[in-house]
């Protein structure tokens, strides 16, 4: 198989999803198909190409790095699952 | 005629001309909404009343004389542009009570226009697809056969705009996601040039990739709504600084001098619908009687395009969609105390089955000892494939091609198998590669009655050429005039 499914469990984790056993084989199969097809790609001569990452050529977008209006706190809060005090609330993450 | 049938540019006509109000027009719509999204499913959100008081106010501004060609025109927009107080889902459970604090920048300049925003249409979650099936929230059918798919990932769009039921709407395309459903619903869609109109507030997929751009009933409304929303943004440090021609001036010249060349790769393609190729054939024939001179080239490399997206665009996804993770907005699973645990499960349930998907592709891509391998090797093969565009326009002015290898397919057809899925992008995906702008304008049907639509492609920051051939196009045929019956 082209990927394992100790490496899906692997990506899956770095992604940070968590799948069950069922989604991990049918993730496994389906992403070694697309897998085989992207290989496809080896069959191009690649010698000495540079690397495309942008279509569009653009200079460093250079600005003065000044002071200016953003959006208010309560605002950027306005959309948040859990908040207090003018913060996220996130679960504890040090143990006492 | 009820109101709601007018073209954007009709409709302005007569608003400005004080015949109808915006009012009216915007309520027809509603009304028209109304009687048929429950057989099209087009729209996520319908916003009828906001979208009544900026019809009032676009009316007192009229009355002032304040009038731009979409003051009081309702449009919809695709759920994946920030709007601000009116909820923006991107059609994922992860993000299903956002409610955006901002504009996107396009937004801001419609607003400023004096349109009237109706509602957020439906589309693949976080435009991951090319059949509007990937939604989480719900299914949206062709109007011309509600049996099938609107094609995707703007399938509300262009599926509202074929029924009536927006004057127009603004989609987004990473790899084909508004020429494809403009071709498979019968409307005008158009990709512009990478970095022709400003991502700001327009929910990242694929960076490098990503463009918004017009969904309309014709095209001259193509050129009106490319007027409004292009230009530099200093919020999107991508967007070019290059000037902007009123798009709807191109709509005025004949095709003589204008040199179209066929991809002779694209002609042959596998699994190319004979319906398909027969509409493309007869749609060169009527360029070549309007004066324009046909001729071949060569793109050697776009065979490997849809391989080369479909490693480059799941690797940006994997890292534009790091952000979701139940802090700062949208789902969080709170049943869970431990914070990893609160990720993992948070990401697990608020994304669909395509995003995980691709969001486990890019990552492997981009994992330790593949990067080299898949990532990297893909964007040389990108490099290939923007050369073989620059050689090809050496020799014409317009590349001409299908935008869909068979007209719209069956809901649940291709749901099986993801890689057929990706396949659907075949013609489209190189013109994201490589930044150029594509259109789509309808050029016939199928045997079932089914719009097919072809490609035009264009150097960068060509469009007006394209809204020049598609315009000549559009006056000779009477494709764009068939609608749904609905």
Redesign the interface.
């Known amino acids: 198989m082209k990927i394992t499914k100790d490496e899906v469990i692997h990506v899956a984790n770095l992604a940070r999803l968590d799948l069950d056993e069922d989604s991990i084989d049918l993730l496994a199969g389906q992403i070694g198909k697309i897998l085989e097809y992207v290989d496809t790609l080896n069959r191009v001569d690649t010698e000495g190409v540079p690397s495309t990452s942008y279509a569009i050529f653009l200079n460093n977008a250079f600005r003065e790095d000044s002071v200016k209006e953003s959006l208010d706190r309560d605002k950027a809060l306005a959309n948040a699952p859990e908040k207090e005090d003018g913060n996220f609330v996130v679960p504890k993450v040090i143990n006492s | 005629m009820n109101l709601y049938e007018l073209t954007i540019n009709e409709a302005s006509g007569f608003l400005r001309k004080g015949e109808i109000s915006s009012k009216e027009l915007t309520g027809s719509v509603l009304d028209r909404i109304d009687s048929v999204e429950g057989k099209v499913g087009a729209y996520i959100t319908v916003a009828a009343e906001s979208a009544m008081k900026q019809a009032g106010y676009a009316d007192s501004e009229i009355s002032k004389g304040n009038i731009t060609p979409l003051t009081g025109v309702p449009l919809s927009i695709k759920d994946l542009i920030c709007t601000k107080g009116l909820r923006t889902t991107c059609a994922s459970r992860i993000l299903d ?3 955006p ?2 504009d996107a920048s396009v937004i801001k300049k419609l607003k400023k226009a004096g349109a009237v925003i109706v509602g957020k249409t439906n589309m693949d979650e976080f435009a991951m697809g090319s059949s509007t099936e990937n939604s989480g929230i719900k299914v949206t059918h062709n109007p011309w056969d509600l049996s099938c798919i609107p094609g995707g990932s703007s399938g509300g769009s262009a599926a509202a705009v074929a029924a009536n039921m927006c004057l127009g709407s603004l989609g987004s395309d990473t790899g084909g996601s508004i020429r494809q459903p403009a071709s498979h619903c019968g409307v005008v869609g158009m990709k512009p ?3 022709r109109v400003s991502r700001f507030g327009l929910v990242a997929f694929a960076s ?1 990739l990503d463009q918004i751009g017009p969904v309309t009933k014709d095209v001259i409304d193509c050129g009106i709504l490319m007027n409004a929303v292009s230009g530099y943004d ?1 919020g999107d ?2 967007s ?1 600084p290059e000037d902007v021609p009123d798009y709807t001036s191109f709509c005025k010249e004949g095709l003589s001098g204008v040199t179209v060349g066929i991809p002779v790769e694209y002609h042959k393609a596998e699994g190319l619908d004979k319906n398909v190729f027969a509409a493309v054939k007869n749609g060169i024939s009527v360029l070549e009687d309007l004066g324009a001179v046909c001729v071949e080239v060569s793109l050697p ?1 776009t065979k ?1 395009a ?3 997206y ?2 480059i665009a799941p690797s940006e996804a ?1 890292s534009n969609l ?1 952000r979701y ?8 699973d ?1 049943e ?10 948070t ?2 349930k608020g ?1 669909g ?1 395509e995003v ?2 691709r ?3 890019g ?2 891509s981009l ?1 330790a000892g593949y990067y080299d391998a ?1 990532y ?9 494939i ?1 050369e073989d565009f620059k050689n090809a326009f050496k020799a014409c002015d317009v590349i001409l091609s299908p935008v869909a290898p068979t007209p719209a397919f069956k809901t649940g057809e291709k749901t099986q198998d ?2 057929t899925m ?1 396949l659907s992008d075949i013609f489209t995906i190189s013109a994201n ?4 702008p594509g259109m789509s304008i309808p050029c016939g049907f199928s045997a079932a009655g089914l719009p097919i639509g072809m490609q035009l492609m264009g150097k ?1 920051f060509n469009e007006g050429i394209l809204l020049k051939t598609a315009y000549n196009f559009e006056q000779a045929t009477d494709f764009h005039k068939k609608k749904p019956k609905i």
């Open positions: 009570n956002f409610v604090p901002y040039t990478y970095g490098s200093p440090s991508t070019v490399h490997y849809v391989a080369a479909y490693v994997s790091a993770d139940g802090v700062k907005y949208g789902f969080r709170r869970k105390s431990r914070l990893m645990d609160m990720y993992q499960s990401r697990s994304f089955p995980q998907r969001i486990i592709l990552t492997y994992s898949y990297k090797k893909a964007t040389q093969v990108r490099t290939l923007m993801p890689l990706y590669l490589a930044g150029m960068h």
